[in-house]
């Protein structure tokens, strides 16, 4: 299926999968659990209409991990080329995708415990082509993956802290200067040291790397928002494990090491 893009070559899909999966008591998860692009999505306990204006329901296998629902989707869209960034763990997920076929493309970050946003940079160094980050540990959607992707503007970001984000080619180099743009959103040390105070229990790993690259990205998006080469979309059927804790590892369904 052809998609619009503003790139000559064919669109790319790079999922960020690097980050530690956190044992605090905010979002629940065992210490030293699996990467969370690993865990099983189950339906959410929450109300949708809180986050959209159109939910239309969730549909799901669950017996199938996120990163799997992910790669599917991508290739059900057409998108072959898919290429994740991991460091955390990053054997479980090189052993997961020789024992499924998925065929993905790896990227190691080396600093993924105190640099999130190096991963990103490293994962997108040789690539010249329009772009779909997508966050590991996202419930992608159906619907939201459809419309991002007809979406005609170059640049599209879709969810509450974006779920998902398509670049156009002429934004790659942007992405590839996020080293410029990490710190220059005011709000992020406020963020990052808001979860640090909810956690009561304390993880060896620094909570706030995810948060930062989310912003990351978020300030690359506005650049091109300002230049009226960017839109924003509702989100419809696409969310964040662990802002919902929507998965079957953290009700006990599945175990998490």
């Known amino acids: 299926m052809e998609k619009s893009g503003?790139?000559?070559?064919?669109?790319?899909?790079?999922?960020?999968?690097?980050?530690?999966?956190?044992?605090?008591?905010?979002i629940g998860f065992p210490p030293d659990s699996k990467p969370k692009c690993l865990f099983h999505p189950i339906l959410p306990n929450w109300n949708p209409t809180l986050y959209t204006s159109d939910p239309i329901g969730y549909a799901y296998?669950?017996?199938?991990?996120?990163?799997e629902r992910q790669v599917r989707l991508l290739r059900k869209n057409g998108i072959e080329k898919i290429r994740i960034v991991t460091g955390y763990r990053s054997?479980?997920?090189?052993?997961?995708?020789?024992?499924?076929?998925?065929?993905?493309?790896f990227v190691h970050n080396p600093k993924w415990e105190t640099d999130s946003v190096n991963g990103l940079i490293l994962g997108v160094?040789?690539?010249?082509?329009?772009?779909?980050?997508?966050?590991?540990?996202?419930?992608?959607?159906?619907?939201?993956?459809?419309?991002?992707?007809?979406?005609d503007m170059p640049t599209v970001g879709i969810g509450l802290f974006s779920t998902m984000f398509k670049f156009g080619k002429q934004h790659l180099?942007?992405?590839?200067?996020?080293?410029?743009?990490?710190?220059?959103?005011?709000d992020e040390e406020g963020i990052c040291h808001l979860r640090r105070e909810r956690s009561k229990v304390k993880d060896p790993h620094?909570?706030?790397?995810?948060?930062?690259l989310v912003l990351t990205i978020m300030h690359i998006y506005s650049i091109a928002k300002e230049k009226g080469e960017a839109a924003y979309l509702v989100v419809h059927d696409s969310t964040d494990v662990d802002l919902?804790?929507?998965?079957?590892?953290?009700?006990?369904?599945?175990?998490?090491k």
């Open 6 to 26: 503003v790139g000559d070559g064919e669109l790319k899909a790079i999922i960020m999968a690097a980050g530690p999966t956190y044992c605090d008591d905010e």
């Open 61 to 67: 296998n669950k017996d199938e991990t996120l990163l």
């Open 91 to 105: 054997q479980d997920i090189e052993q997961f995708n020789e024992q499924k076929g998925l065929g993905l493309e």
């Open 125 to 151: 160094q040789d690539l010249d082509d329009d772009l779909l980050v997508v966050y590991g540990d996202g419930f992608v959607g159906d619907v939201d993956l459809d419309n991002i992707l007809k979406c």
């Open 173 to 186: 180099p942007l992405i590839k200067r996020a080293d410029e743009f990490r710190h220059t959103r005011r």
């Open 206 to 212: 620094d909570n706030t790397q995810g948060i930062k």
């Open 244 to 256: 919902f804790r929507q998965t079957a590892e953290s009700l006990g369904r599945y175990p998490c």
